[in-house]
T-cell receptor
Framework: KAGVTQTPRYLIKTRGQQVTLSCSPISGHRSVSWYQQTPGQGLQFLFEYFSETQRNKGNFPGRFSGRQFSNSRSEMNVSTLELGDSALYLCASSSSPGQGSYEQYFGPGTRLTVT | AQSVTQLGSHVSVSEGALVLLRCNYSSSVPPYLFWYVQYPNQGLQLLLKYTTGATLVKGINGFEAEFKKSETSFHLTKPSAHMSDAAEYFC????????????FGKGTRLSVIA
């Protein structure tokens, strides 16, 4: 069974631009979560989607948004990029919602650099 | 609110020595506790988790962790370190509701010296 895939793996953008990251969960998984990982702040939760509905949202500004499609694939968008948005963005999928109850499988991440 | 503290951002051990990575949590309700490992340029992989029941939890790659409620700790151990164990390790906590996201510690980088 294929794992969680994230595209692109690496991305360089300029301040003020917007970016869209994609995540394809493990086949059959309907829950997708997104995290931001930085050296200073560590791993921070962005949002969780299940059956195309956002279940949870972390403490990030409205520039960060996401969505999930009927095939469970998910995208996250960051508008008006800032230098501080440079990070590794990780996607994780699980068979059901509730991050504590069900094992999450992580993708390799998308490394975003904002210049 | 839940929180996790990992003592030591970097731990260095000799090959064959005991690995001990410390994790203390704060939670007002019974927690779920997790250890994840991250190798360079990869995502996180679950090592083990504690939900309920036996407090000594065995995971993959010879790792285990013990839930100690009185000490609010969930330290990760491995009797004998291998070079391939060099990675970053994250402790995480959640509650039983399934409605709150995982809260991760800052991580501990493990180096293994030959």
């Amino acid at each position: 069974k294929a794992g969680v895939t994230q595209t692109p793996r690496y991305l360089i953008k300029t301040r003020g631009q917007q970016v869209t990251l994609s995540c394809s969960p493990i086949s059959g998984h309907r829950s997708v979560s997104w995290y931001q990982q930085t050296p200073g702040q560590g791993l921070q939760f962005l949002f969780e989607y299940f059956s195309e509905t956002q279940r949870n949202k972390g403490n990030f500004p409205g520039r960060f948004s996401g969505r999930q499609f009927s095939n469970s694939r998910s995208e996250m968008n960051v508008s008006t990029l800032e230098l501080g948005d440079s990070a590794l963005y990780l996607c994780a999928s699980s068979s059901s919602p509730g991050q504590g109850s069900y094992e999450q499988y992580f993708g390799p991440g998308t490394r975003l650099t904002v210049t | 609110a839940q929180s996790v503290t990992q003592l030591g951002s970097h731990v260095s051990v000799s090959e064959g020595a005991l690995v001990l990575l410390r994790c203390n949590y704060s939670s007002s309700v019974p927690p779920y506790l997790f250890w994840y490992v991250q190798y360079p340029n990869q995502g996180l992989q679950l090592l083990l988790k504690y939900t309920t029941g036996a407090t000594l939890v065995k995971g993959i790659n010879g790792f285990e962790a013990e839930f100690k409620k009185s000490e609010t700790s969930f330290h990760l151990t491995k009797p004998s370190a291998h070079m391939s164990d060099a990675a970053e390790y994250f402790c995480a906590v959640s509650d039983h509701s399934g409605n709150t996201p995982l809260v991760f510690g800052k991580g501990t980088r493990l180096s293994v010296i030959a």
